[in-house]
């Protein structure tokens, strides 16, 4: 079971609380996790990753087991501790404000 | 009893202001969708229960939410918006090629005939259009693929198509207008359009009467009369009486001719209504005093409003889609500013206000008709928005 947290605009829009858990088949990636996030909540397409390249938006990032895993490939595995779900993946908004 | 609902897009949320014929208390609805920019909502015209919003954020892109019992519930439809083909250059400010890209809509406008129909004016400019309730989405190219696409070129807030305008007497005539391109037309349904900005006369450009490459803010129609159009150009305030083959400058008497909005009253065809900014430097009213200024003959001839209006140290703007009029038997004329005015007395305002549209009472309040015409000729339902 993969474990991803999401922003807290986005989980108002999702209608969810708390963490996401996915079963994701296959490869643990950024795009499984993407793909899976949205086949579950099709209401978060467009909101973290562009729908035509797939790549994340500018002002969202990938962070996991205290790393940025913003610029890792789409494909490349996630960290094992993200894959059995000992640690969450969090899809953070930019550090943005004042 | 009659009623009016006013739906309102800020930088904070949406709301849905209720009142009856009266106009006098209203109710609040909101936010929803609290935090996120919300960029433009309209209801349909033939269904009141039908809305539509666009939802917009820097961090999460664009969303469309509609609503199918009057703003009580809200879900997302489709966001992909998608150009049509490979979509090629515009000019960028610094006027080199720029690959056109998607941003966020605008302005959303449900067809005058059918409440799935509905049109996108989107930024890079472009129309689309959705005929499942705002599921799927389909663009007109044939604006973007003019022949005149590659010169377009970004006003100051991005070059979006923040206008469009059906006709109710021809339902293949759509106008739309774009900054920085100008004001367009289609005769067969957005299939093929063009230029309409023949009269227009702006300064910025190398040629001041080029036939694309003016910013135009508004275009305001009286439905009655579709062949009538009233605009507010970046600079000057213009109208058409010929669908936009020419037009000719009515600023008139205005202390300043700059501005954003520019609405008909629902009653009057001649009586057209504007927010003189003091200039494209100074996005705030002269002297720091909000005023409307009101033609009731077609233009030329303007008077202030002022009466309720805050008359010192006043600097907000009025954004374009900002102003709306509703068909009460007295015409309610509703706008909203982009901040809030300093002050030691409490006046709440909507801030961060980018549009507001009317929309008929939704059904489920079981209104009727009004039969209010006690307001006194020439009452204007100023500033709705800064009362609770």
């Known amino acids: ?98 | 009893m009659a009623g009016v609902r006013v739906l309102v897009g800020t930088r904070k949320g949406a709301f849905v202001l209720t009142s009856d014929e009266r106009r006098a208390t209203w109710k609040v609805d909101g936010p929803h969708f609290a935090g996120w920019e919300m960029f433009h909502l309209k209801g349909s015209p033939v269904d009141p229960n039908r809305l539509y919003a666009s939802q917009s954020s820097g961090w999460f892109g664009q969303l469309i939410q509609r609503s199918d019992d009057g703003g009580a519930s809200w879900n997302p439809v489709g966001n992909d918006f998608a150009y049509a083909g490979v979509p090629g250059t515009h000019q960028w400010y610094d006027g080199t090629p720029h690959p056109w890209a998607f941003a966020r809509v605008w302005h959303l406008e449900p067809s005058l005939s059918d409440p799935d129909t509905i049109y996108a004016g989107v930024e890079d400019a472009a129309l689309f259009r959705s005929t499942d309730g705002g599921q799927s989405w389909t663009e007109l190219a044939g604006l973007r693929e003019h022949s005149t696409g590659s010169s377009w070129q970004p006003g100051a807030g991005g070059m979006c198509l923040h206008t469009i305008v059906l006709d109710p007497t021809n339902h293949n005539r759509i106008y739309v207008a774009i900054s920085a391109a100008g004001a367009f037309r289609s005769d067969d349904a957005g299939t093929t359009w063009k230029p309409i900005n023949r009269g227009l006369k702006s300064e910025g450009i190398p040629d001041p009467d080029a036939e694309v490459g003016h910013c135009v803010h508004r275009i305001a129609m009286h439905p009655k009369r579709p062949e009538v159009l009233f605009m507010q150009k970046h600079w000057d305030v213009m109208r058409s009486d010929n669908a936009g083959d020419s037009w000719i400058e009515v600023s008139g008497n205005l202390p300043t001719d700059f501005g954003f909005p520019i609405d008909v009253h629902a009653h009057e065809p001649e009586t057209v209504f504007v927010v003189p900014i003091k200039s494209d430097q100074q996005h705030f009213p002269l002297d720091g005093k909000l005023q409307v200024y009101r033609s009731k003959t077609g233009g030329n001839e303007w008077e202030a409003l002022t009466k309720g209006l805050p008359q010192r140290d006043c600097y907000v703007n009025v954004l374009r889609d900002a102003m709306a009029v509703d068909s009460l038997d007295s015409c309610g004329v509703y706008f909203g500013t982009t901040g809030v005015r300093c002050t030691c007395r409490p006046i709440p305002v909507t801030r961060g206000l980018r549009s507001c549209t009317i929309c008929p009472p939704s059904s489920r309040s079981k209104c009727k008709r009004s039969r209010d015409s006690g307001r006194a000729s020439g009452a204007f339902a100023h500033a709705r928005l800064h009362q609770r």
Do not use: K, W
């Not at chain 1, 963490?19 to 990636?29: F, Y």
């Not at chain 1, 795009?31 to 397409?45: G, T």
């Not at chain 1, 500018?58 to 993200?82: G, I, M, N, Y």
């Open chain 1, 1 to 98: 079971m993969i474990r991803v947290v999401l922003p807290g605009h986005l989980r108002t829009l999702a209608c969810i609380s708390g963490e996401v858990c996915l079963d994701v088949a296959g490869a643990i990636t950024q795009r499984s996790v993407m793909d899976a996030i949205e086949a579950a909540y099709p209401m978060l397409r467009g909101t973290i990753r562009d729908q035509r390249t797939q790549l994340r938006r500018p002002f969202v990032r990938f962070f996991a087991c205290q790393r940025d895993l913003s610029h890792e490939s789409l494909d490349s595995p996630l960290p094992q501790a993200v894959c059995v779900g000992e640690e969450p993946l969090l899809v953070v908004g930019a550090m943005a404000g004042g």
